[in-house]
């Protein structure tokens, strides 16, 4: 199974858009360009609920052993934020996003799956804030990674003058993000926190 992409005007935008269906358990749809073995090893096809440790681990291993690879494939878009879905299947999706500096996230969540991402190059801002918590802030440099529970918001910004690039995970897959007018307003439904 692969993902298709429909035609673009530019080559500049997304490259690959969510898909309709997850693939059954144990298969896996792959980024035509980023369809190596290895990243069917650490995608796991037969494995289903990924805790935000082991979708931390991904997307730290990705970034890291697939550097190269990565560097391949990753665009910079100055006028948006910049995708390409890498990888799908029933128990997670992995994402390469790029950022331009000033480009960043409105609020959301990820509509009560788990998370993760780790800054393949650059840095990100992220401000997060748990249901009925403050809202903190975190600096993710080159090579860091954090992984999140269903229960978090956040926005994810490029404050520098740099460009920058994050390998993102969620899981279970296909779940629609959350958006906020801001971090204050979240407030995770009830099987979120349970």
């Given amino acids: 199974m692969s993902i298709t992409q429909p035609e673009r005007p530019t080559s500049r935008r997304p490259e690959h858009i969510p898909t309709a269906l997850e693939p059954a358990l144990g298969e896996a749809a792959m980024h035509p360009a ?59 999706e992995l994402w390469l996003l790029s950022w331009a500096p000033g480009q960043g996230t409105p609020a959301h969540d990820h509509g009560g799956a788990s998370g993760s991402f780790s800054v393949l190059f650059g840095g990100l801002r ?44 969620y899981s279970p897959p296909l779940l629609p993000v959350r958006y906020y007018a801001d971090l204050a307003a979240f407030t995770p439904q009830r099987s979120e926190v349970d």
């Avoid at 037969?46 to 550097?67: A, G, I, M, Q």
């Avoid at 990674?145 to 740099?162: D, K, L, Y």
């Fill in 34 to 92: 980023f369809d190596l073995p290895l990243l069917r090893d650490l995608i796991r096809p037969d494995h289903l609920n990924w805790t935000p440790r082991e979708l931390r681990d991904l997307t730290d291993l990705v970034t890291s052993e697939l550097t190269t690879q990565l560097m391949n494939i990753v665009r910079i878009d100055e006028q948006q934020r910049w995708w390409a879905k890498l990888g799908l299947t029933a128990g997670v």
């Fill in 126 to 169: 992220e401000d997060y804030r748990y249901a009925g918590g403050p809202v903190r802030t975190k600096h993710h440099d080159l090579g860091d990674g954090i992984g999140f529970g269903a229960g978090r918001a956040h926005q994810v910004t490029n404050v520098s003058s740099v460009n920058s690039a994050s390998v993102h995970a």
